[in-house]
């Protein structure tokens, strides 16, 4: 220990004698003598301490690199953002005397076409899935009835209030070669709102219900119905094709809501019991 004692002091003293040179380079190249008023000294080193407390200050390459190996979909993602840039500032707008323009209705031109060409095929298929939706309320009123489980009840409501508020907020016109059938949901082909499409955010509640439970045939089995409802549904000119997109999202965050609401509910009662229990003892 003490042998190593010099040689600490040498390179201490080394190290403040360079910065007691840079220091006087410093004051020497400021050009008043070295004379720097003092309120401009503390504004020079808070700016020094807030830059060198900056997170791309430590950035390094293996930071870079560990980036792209380590979190690839918010890599994905920062690209998608900058490509899509490029395509809004780049692509014409629908001009309003047009139909809007959907993807969804082109990559199903071609089951437009054969629904239009056979209603009875059309009817069948929204026969089957207006049984569809009757599987989707029977599970979800079958889970706070008789299971006494009510939280895909609580998200299923929370989603049509939301979704009756939003499609009365913008409503969207009926879109070109709609496709009707009188033993389709809403039975009796009567008017609905597009969006959100409460179809695929029911069958969304009630897949997530069904993983909750570990039933995994029956929630695999939701999703490619979902799927074939969603293909159904664009064929037919029944919904945009961001009915559908908004769908699936909504039946996850209204899950999510109905879970907290849920927790939120167990936690206050457990708050009271507790206080309850405080009084009586």
């Not at 390459?61 to 560990?66: E, F, L, N």
């Not at 045939?217 to 999703?223: L, Q, R, V």
């Not at 769908?247 to 939120?264: C, N, Q, T």
């Amino acid at each position: 220990m003490n042998g190593h004692q010099p040689l600490r002091s040498s390179c201490t003293l080394k190290t403040r004698s360079n910065k007691s040179k840079a220091a006087a380079i410093s004051l020497l190249a400021s050009g008043d003598g070295g004379r720097i008023p003092a309120e401009m000294k503390q504004k020079k080193k808070t700016a020094n301490g807030f830059w060198s407390k900056a997170s791309f200050m430590n950035w390094s390459m293996d930071d870079a690199v560990g980036l792209f190996r380590f979190h690839p979909m918010p890599c994905v993602f920062a690209a998608s953002l900058l490509f899509f840039m490029g395509v809004e500032y780049t692509l014409r707008m629908v001009p309003s005397s047009s139909p809007p323009f959907d993807l969804g209705f082109v990559a199903t031109e071609w089951l437009h076409r054969i629904l239009a060409s056979s209603p009875d095929l059309n009817t069948l298929l929204a026969g089957l899935n207006t049984v569809f939706v009757g599987m989707q309320t029977t599970y979800i009123i079958w889970t706070w009835m008789v299971e006494g489980r009510p939280r895909a009840t609580i998200s299923t409501l929370f989603m049509f209030t939301c979704r009756g508020i939003l499609g009365y907020s913008t409503q969207l016109p009926v879109p070109q070669g709609f496709l009707g059938s009188g033993v389709d949901f809403p039975v009796g082909n009567v008017s609905f709102f597009l969006f959100f499409s409460g179809h695929v955010a029911g069958s969304v509640i009630a897949s997530l219900d069904m993983r909750r439970m570990k039933r995994w045939g029956m929630a695999w089995t939701f999703d490619v119905l979902n799927i074939l409802q969603g293909v159904r549904l664009l064929g037919t000119r029944g919904h945009y094709t961001i009915d559908l997109a908004v769908g699936i999202g909504a039946g996850v965050l209204f899950d999510s809501l109905a879970g907290k609401y849920e927790e939120g509910k167990r936690r206050a009662a457990a708050s009271t019991a507790i206080g309850n229990a405080d009084v009586f003892t």
